[in-house]
């Protein structure tokens, strides 16, 4: 956190669980919430990542993240780490359903196997562990879910149908758990990343040339970066964003 950065004060202490903390803009949201003096617990599957990461923060900082090696593709799995965080750290305030994978696919090649595979990881989780963190944020009097989107929906992109189909769900996800779980106090919002030059993007699909042309339809000329979203995540999470629920935030630098 640089001294710009806001500090929320309902975030201390608060046992915040984030699916996919360990790169990427999941890395950024980890270090984010630490900062805040929240107690973080991500899963991951990039051990090596997510190790060297608790321990610049633990070696930064004096405390650390705790990280579980989890594939939320396993649905138990991944809900006895939820359940075991409740018993050892505390009751979830705030479930951040970041992880996911952009894979490219053509859609002559999907097939019933493949579909059911990216639903597994881009979608089924984020439903199953807003399932159960939701009855201990219910125990402690309310909470924060913030599932992540993606502007590919909006931008109808190509090469990719299933991963743009599982976001497209996601909205629907965020505004029914929204109307169900109100009652508790728990607010569930869709954060909407645009175009995030995160390690993977830059490594695997977006050149020189891709960048440029994504600034050029970004209102603002700059290059989003992971610590350009994870601001609006703790916004989210906070108790100043209290009366906000069912929402789409988008961090897109205006791309459209
Ligand atoms: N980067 C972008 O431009 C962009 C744009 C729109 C939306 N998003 C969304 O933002 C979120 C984060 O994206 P990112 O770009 O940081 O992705 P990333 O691929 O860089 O990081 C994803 C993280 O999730 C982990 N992960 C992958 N599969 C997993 C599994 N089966 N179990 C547990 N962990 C797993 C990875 O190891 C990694 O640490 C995603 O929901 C993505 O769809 C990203």
């Known amino acids: 956190m640089n001294q710009q950065s806001a500090r ?27 900062h805040q003096g929240a107690r973080v617990v991500l899963v991951d599957i990039n051990d090596t990542a997510s190790e060297a990461l608790v321990d610049e923060l633990r070696a930064e900082t004096g405390a650390a993240p705790r990280y579980h090696h989890c594939d939320i ?5 991944l809900k006895q780490v939820i359940h075991a965080t409740g018993q050892n750290v505390g009751p979830i305030h705030t479930l951040v359903n970041n992880a996911a994978n952009d894979d ?21 989780p ?68 645009g175009a995030v030059m995160t390690e993977r993007q830059l490594e695997k699909w977006i050149g020189p040339d891709d960048e ?3 600034q050029a339809r970004q209102c603002l000329k700059l290059r989003l970066e992971p610590q350009h979203i994870a601001p609006t995540a703790l916004f989210l999470a906070s108790a100043e964003s209290q009366a906000m629920t069912g929402q789409e935030l988008s961090v897109d630098a205006g791309w459209g």
Do not use: C
């Not at 929320?8 to 919430?33: C, K, M, N, P």
């Not at 593709?73 to 799995?77: E, T």
């Not at 696919?105 to 597994?120: G, L, Q």
């Not at 743009?164 to 779980?181: E, M, P, Q």
């Open 8 to 34: 929320y004060a309902s975030l201390e202490q608060r046992v915040v669980f984030i699916t996919g903390g360990g790169s990427g803009i999941g890395a950024s949201l980890t270090r984010a919430f630490h």
């Open 73 to 77: 593709r396993d649905v138990a799995s």
């Open 212 to 214: 440029a042309a994504i």
């Open 126 to 193: 984020m439903f199953f562990a807003a399932q159960a963190a939701a009855e201990q944020m219910i125990q402690a009097g309310g909470g924060s879910i913030i599932n992540f989107g993606s502007v590919s929906v909006r931008m109808a992109l190509g090469g990719l149908p299933l991963y743009v189909t599982a976001k497209a769900a996601i909205h629907g996800l965020t505004r029914s758990l929204a109307r169900d779980l109100g009652q508790y106090n728990i607010r569930v919002n869709t954060l909407v990343p």
């Open 104 to 124: 490219r696919h053509s859609w002559r090649e999907v097939d019933v196997a493949y579909w059911d595979e990216r639903m597994s990881l881009n979608l089924r």
